[in-house]
Structures are given as structure tokens and as C-alpha cells.
């Protein structure tokens, strides 16, 4: 029982190959994979300020990680700059906030942070106590991506990453199968967006091709994290439905995952061809961009 | 017997599977979700231990 690459011991069996493999291969392995998908699907350009998205937890803190080392490797050629979305969840959120600060000290990386609280005058945890029967996720996704988008502008970002994986991203091109939102997958991908839009900045996901497992035994590794939590509102969303059902179905069948993955970038480009004229509008309140003319931050904010 | 630390419910429970993937099936965790630590060392899923080991279990799922 030895690492594939050496004798070492190893720590991780991945599941798409059964590749055995110890500490210092496996590290090896994932950054190699995360910048080879950088380099392929070009996420990353010379002079690229990058805005790093981060909530303190093991995929945020990872990209930051990988990201940094991978500037630094450039001579600080591409800027880094880190951006917390505070959203106010009492005994999950302050845990990784203290997590994130730290390792932007140690690593002195600039980090800004945005809040719920800042933003619409109510963290999450007392939006949801005002609106018992609204799902948490469905506020919270549409303010975070909105909070993302306007203080990474703000930030004079030319990208914003995240630390999406491969389990998020399955998750979702299975969630927009199952409610027909087939418009939605067009702006999925390593890196997002259907047309260019000044007022987007295009996002970047590093950590495509890596599962949830993999990035967690990163982070573990790298001694990232004090504490793996899980969101206290998780289990009202439909996502934490098909994050189930997809890991059973992994575990059955080995490399299902990578394989929804796989088929769906087959035909992204046709998906990007066919709802590439869908008009951007101008949020009326707050002039932000939206599909319609009040955008989905401002309908959420009108109900909390 | 070998003694398991569940992170997530901040628990500890005996178990008497030595096998670490025939625990976490007595335990109904799925092992695409979880890592193991032995000794703070990851460890594999076909490890065996031994009746006074001690491991912890780690959600990988974090949310949000």
C-alpha cells in the first residue's frame, strides 16, 4: 500500500482512477491539475488582477493558497487581492473569518470584506428570522454573486476566482437539468459568462477538475482551516438534495462526477451559441445589471 | 475496541470494525464526504487499525 509515484505513505485514493497517493505527490498532482486548467481554458492572462472570492472555508482558502503561490511564482506579475462576503451566519461564519484573516496576514495579502449586514442593513440570520418560509439559500446565492460581482468592480478586478469544484459545478449542471434551466448551464464552465459585459467580471474556477474531496485533503494538508463546518442552512436547499445523490451515486459508480462534468463541456459551446444575444438590463433601483428590470438582489432586498 | 471522533456531531463512539471503510459503512457515512485522521495523519479508507486506535472523521461538505 504505497504511493503510485514513490514509497511514501499514501493519504488520498482518488476516485476517478484509484490512484493512490502520499503527501507531498498528491500536492503535486493538484496544483499541477489546477494550473493546468488555468492554462487551458486560459483563465489567467499576464497583468490579470485577480480578485479571490472568499468565505474562510476549505475551497476558498485553498484557491487563495494556490493562487497566491502561483502570483508569486510570477513575480507578482498578476495582483491578488482577497474578498470576503460576510453574511452573517452566528456560529459558522465568524469561525472562518477568523481562518481567512489570518492566513491574509501571515501570506499579506490585501483583503477587503463586503457584508449582508453592510449591503441591505440585515445579516442572513436575521432575514431569515423575518422570512421563516424563504429558503436561506435563495437569498443568500443571489445577494453573494451580486455582492461578488459589484465589490470585485469596485476592487478594479479583470477576474474574479472562486473556489468552485467539480462536485458544485455536477450539482449545478444537474440542478438546471432537473428545473429546466438550461439557460442557467450556459453561463457554467471554468470560466463563466455567456457574452462580455463591462459590468461582469468574468469568473474564474481553478479548481474545476478537482472533487470536494480533494480540495478538503488539500486544505487539510496545508493546515488551511481550523475547523471543517457546515452551513446551518444548508440542508433546506434543493443543492444539498443532488449533493447527495451524486456522492451516493459516486460511491456506487466511481467517476460519475467528472463524467457529468465531462459530457457538459462537450456542449457548452453550443449552450453558449444559442442564448448568446439574451439582453443585459440595468437594475432600475440600484443600476447594477439584471435579466429583467429590477435585478434578483433588489427583489431580495425588497422582501427582508 | 477502536474509538472514532465524528467531528461534525462532535462525538465519540466505539466501534468494532477494524477496517476503516467497514466502520464508516457501520457508521452509514458515505466516504466521498469524509476524510480519516489517525494520529493527525490522513489515512485511506482500506486501512486497518489496531483495537486501541483512535481516528477522527472529517466532513469534507462544507456549504454555503
Given at each position: ?44 492572462e499576464?497583468?490579470?488582477r ?16 494556490l493562487l497566491n ?17 460576510d453574511?452573517g451566519i ?116 481553478p ?12 486544505a ?17 436547499s ?66 427582508i | 475496541m ?12 466505539e ?13 452509514k ?6 476524510i ?29
Amino acid at each position: 500500500m504505497a504511493c503510485k509515484f514513490c514509497s511514501e505513505k499514501p493519504v488520498i485514493k482518488l476516485t476517478n482512477n484509484e490512484e493512490k497517493l502520499c503527501r507531498s505527490c498528491f500536492i503535486k498532482y493538484f496544483e499541477r491539475k489546477a494550473i493546468r486548467t488555468i492554462n487551458k481554458y486560459k483563465l489567467i492572462e499576464e497583468n490579470d488582477r485577480i480578485v479571490i472570492g472568499i468565505s474562510g472555508g476549505k475551497d476558498s482558502l485553498s484557491v487563495l493558497n494556490l493562487l497566491n503561490k502561483y502570483s508569486k511564482k510570477r513575480n507578482n506579475k498578476i495582483s491578488i487581492t482577497a474578498l470576503l462576503i460576510d453574511e452573517g451566519i452566528k456560529n459558522y461564519r465568524n469561525y472562518s473569518i477568523e481562518d481567512a484573516k489570518r492566513f491574509c496576514r501571515e501570506n499579506k495579502i490585501k483583503l477587503h470584506i463586503a457584508s449582508y449586514k453592510e449591503e441591505t442593513g440585515k445579516t442572513l440570520d436575521n432575514m431569515k428570522k423575518h422570512r421563516k418560509d424563504t429558503i436561506a439559500c435563495s437569498m443568500c446565492g443571489v445577494l453573494r454573486r451580486y455582492l461578488l460581482n459589484k465589490s470585485s468592480r469596485k476592487l478594479k478586478a479583470t477576474k474574479l476566482a472562486t473556489g468552485h469544484n467539480l462536485d458544485d459545478e455536477a450539482q449545478s449542471i444537474i440542478m438546471n437539468q432537473f428545473r429546466h434551466n438550461i439557460s442557467l448551464s450556459a453561463r457554467l464552465g471554468p470560466i463563466t459568462g455567456v457574452r462580455k459585459d463591462p459590468r461582469f467580471i468574468p469568473r474564474i474556477k481553478p479548481f474545476y477538475f478537482l472533487t470536494e474531496k480533494e480540495v478538503a485533503t488539500y486544505a487539510y494538508l496545508n493546515n488551511l482551516i481550523s475547523k471543517f463546518n457546515e452551513c446551518p442552512y444548508c440542508e433546506e436547499s434543493n443543492r444539498f438534495f443532488v449533493r447527495d445523490m451524486l456522492n451516493d451515486i459516486e460511491s456506487k459508480y466511481p467517476g460519475t462526477k467528472h463524467s457529468i462534468v465531462a459530457s457538459f463541456l462537450e456542449v457548452l459551446p453550443l449552450l453558449k451559441e444559442k442564448y448568446k444575444n439574451q439582453e443585459i438590463n440595468t437594475c432600475k433601483l440600484c443600476k447594477e445589471p439584471a435579466s429583467s428590470d429590477i435585478c434578483s438582489a433588489c427583489k431580495v432586498k425588497s422582501i427582508i | 475496541m477502536p474509538t472514532v471522533y465524528l467531528e461534525k456531531e462532535d462525538k465519540t463512539v466505539e466501534v468494532n470494525e477494524l477496517i476503516v471503510s467497514e466502520i464508516l459503512k457501520s457508521l452509514k457515512i458515505n466516504p466521498t464526504t469524509v476524510i480519516i485522521t489517525k494520529n493527525d495523519e490522513l489515512i485511506l479508507e482500506e486501512s486497518k487499525l489496531s483495537k486501541e486506535d483512535k481516528i477522527t472523521i472529517i466532513p469534507v461538505i462544507s456549504g454555503g
